[in-house]
């Protein structure tokens, strides 16, 4: 890959959750962000696929969830993200953090981490999320949620944090395929690495001297996908990857992004994913999120489907 063919940022990271019902109180009431689909997990449906974004669900707004009933919870450590953050106005945030305490969550006090005011938080099953204030970021987020005033409302991913034992072999598949820029080490003690010049949506962050590996389970990210701009493009990165022998998927069909699917050496599962379609291809832009959609081939089964999932009552 050269910089012209890089990955131009995150385009969504995707967690394991217990309970659906509380996952989208959580992420669409509590942090105000729009479901933008309910569907079903592509490769075992018979649990939930929800996804999370901006009013449109654009790529590098997105976090979406497999919520999987009786789940475990997971174990944070090496090969895993430490944490996945949010990109929130500078001046809001002192009024998330009275809206999160007041409505019980475990949230840190705001805290300088280098250059950044950052706030700390987990859902109610462990994930660690942070809120950055971030300067410049001119997304607009979604602006339909009760209770937040569009000016708060989070914007948009800001970056991922991997935690792993060493950081030579990451950073190389970082800077050398996927074409990052490595900057200089954040305040606490990870590098940081930037896509089409970095900021908020287009950052990954590598804590290295981790010694005790994680376990994928509850309350942990089960991959982290960047923005390819469109499948030809995809294509010749996947040929590239597996020129450079890294073991690379074939394309998937994800109805609302196409995707490839690879380890980076320390671990964590990345994937490559389209900017298109989209999430306005099987429902209006107006009603995202309303209505449990299937993908055509899941179609025939949809009775079977839905009397397996539990309802959810969305916002
Ligand atoms: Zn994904």
Redesign the pocket.
Known sequence: MNDTAAPHGLH?V?AIASDPQRNVDFYARTLGLRLVKQTVNFDAPDSYHLYYGDAAGRPASLL?FFPWRGVPAGREGAGMTRATAFSVPPESIGWWHARLAGLGVDVTAPARRGDEEVLSLRDHDGLAIDLVAAEGDTRSGWDGAAGIPAEHAVRGLHSVTLAERDLDPTASMLTELLSMDAGASTAGGAVRFGMAGGGAGAVVDVAPGVADRGWQAGGTVH?V?FRAPDLTTMTAWQHALLDRGVPVTDVRDRQYFK?IYFREPGGVLF?I?TDDPGFATDEPLLELGRALKLPPWLEPSREQIAAALPPLRVP
Do not use: L
Request: aromatic share 0%.
């Open positions: 969504h995707t979406t991959h996908a995707s994937e994913a």
